[in-house]
């Protein structure tokens, strides 16, 4: 039986494996355990460094390492100890969030057609072990192997990250030399609050009150007895549907799984909160996303936020939170975020994703290198795991190559007014970043504010000048919003057919 791979007794993180990525032409961290105090030598190339393990044996260097394409021995010692791992140069991706991102490409839209004729790359992944609860932090759990860096093939792609693969494959078509490295730290149905820690949930009022609390109130002096059995019912619950499910897709094999939840249901979630759940909040920063700091990388890919969709109110504070703490654990200030703004998928209360999507944008707005990437013009009304992962994944790594001079999707940068042809429009005009040539697609409708309430109108006579467009709206309007609505169908595109972010904005 394979055995746990103690983070404790680990001389080389597995990160550090045969194969594996190391971002190119920077300094990079490289890290480990040994014995307390013990003098620990690390090589790469033609960089040698020495330090001295902590109180807990943790160890932690930088070196400078090389060209992109490039490899080296690394070769790490102690008095008693030893080991030596062939890396190679190039980019590192992150790719992180629940189950949108985590959706492999076994099951994506067009996996028959990579089975077929899998592309030659240089791709290669690293998946961080689930891990729900542990005693002592390790790398794996027991039965199941350590992480270990794979390069992508037509034999084995099928359990990675299909949005992932596909940004990836998008930045070498777009002239990013190889290798690309892909470490996968994700899970499905997770709040971006499982991946915080405590003391920061903590430290935010909102996040406290939404989070902390509530768990709080879920789980302090509940009997284990209690949980075993709220599992229990909730097993036979998720069980039932699975078998419901699955006999009404066997009679009708023809059908998407968009019809399907639509005539059976969605899977019942959540599971009952406890204190081993793997969902609960803080919980995956330790189990998994600690196991790979300070790993250096080139960036993060984040796609996140169904399962925040009831408590929108707390998702700016909770993700520029999340980003600026990554940030510091990862020693890289400035790491490049790539936020996911969320796609089109009906089945929430209402509001619910205009809301996180409007908080995804004010981050993105708001802090240093952190781009916005809508996919709201791809998903599914009543799939929230749409299928087709290629479209929004080329488009996630077309963004990141700056591909067409674009490093984010188009957003409105400002709004001016004038007085229109009649006492009662006025002209409003919307400056839109990221586009040099704005696209109107079909009938333009926005919602307008009037009188405490609102309505929607159809904008017949929209007039575009390069990135500017300019329609009449009542005189009175006091807000007006685009594409507000958990499955909108948007209009607006720029040159080379990027959607227009959804926008909610007053009128002055």
Known sequence: MIVQTLVKDTLLAPLFGDGAILQANTTVNIFGHAHPYQQVRVSLAQANVQTEASEDGAWLVSVPTGKVGTSAQLHVETSDNTTSTEVRFGTVILAAGQSNIEFTLDEEKHAAELRQAFPTTEISCYQVASIDTEDEPAYNVPGSPAPAWHQLSASNFGSHSAIAFYAALELLRNGQR???????????????????????????PTLKATYMDA??????????????????????????????????MRAHPYLGQNIVKQRVGHTPWPPPMTPAAFFRPSGLYHTEFSKIVPFTFGSVIWYQGENDAPHPHAYTALLSGLINRWRADLKQPRLPFYVVQLPQYND?????????????????????????????????????????????????????????????????????????????????????????????????????????????????????????????????????????????????????????????????
């Open 178 to 204: 190889g290798p690309i490295g892909i470490v996968e730290c994700y899970r499905g149905g997770t709040s971006a609050s499982c991946w915080l820690p405590a003391d920061a949930l903590n430290r935010e």
């Open 215 to 248: 768990y709080h109130r879920a789980v302090d002096g509940v009997a284990q007895t209690t949980f075993d059995k709220e599992n229990a019912e909730y097993d036979a619950v998720f069980n039932a549907y699975q078998q419901k499910k699955a006999a009404y």
């Open 348 to 508: 929430e209360p209402i509001d619910a994703w205009p809301l996180l999507r409007m908080a995804q944008a004010k981050v993105a707005r708001e802090l240093p290198n952190v781009h916005l990437v809508s996919i709201v013009d791809t998903g599914e009304r009543h799939n929230i795991h749409p299928t087709d992962k290629r479209t929004p994944g080329t488009r996630i790594g077309a963004v990141m190559a700056n591909a067409a001079g674009y490093c984010d999707t188009p957003q409105v940068q400002q709004i001016t007014t004038e007085d229109g042809p009649t006492d009662g429009l006025r002209h409003v005009t919307f400056c839109v970043g990221q586009s040099h040539q704005l696209q109107v697609n079909g009938q333009l409708e926005v919602q307008v504010l009037v009188q405490k309430g609102w309505r929607t109108v159809t904008a017949t006579k929209a007039t575009v000048t390069s990135n500017e467009l300019t329609i009449d709206l009542p005189a009175n309007a006091a807000a007006v919003r685009y594409c507000w609505d958990n499955a909108p169908v948007p209009t607006l595109y720029n040159d080379v057919g990027y959607p227009v972010s959804p926008f909610s904005l007053r009128i002055r």
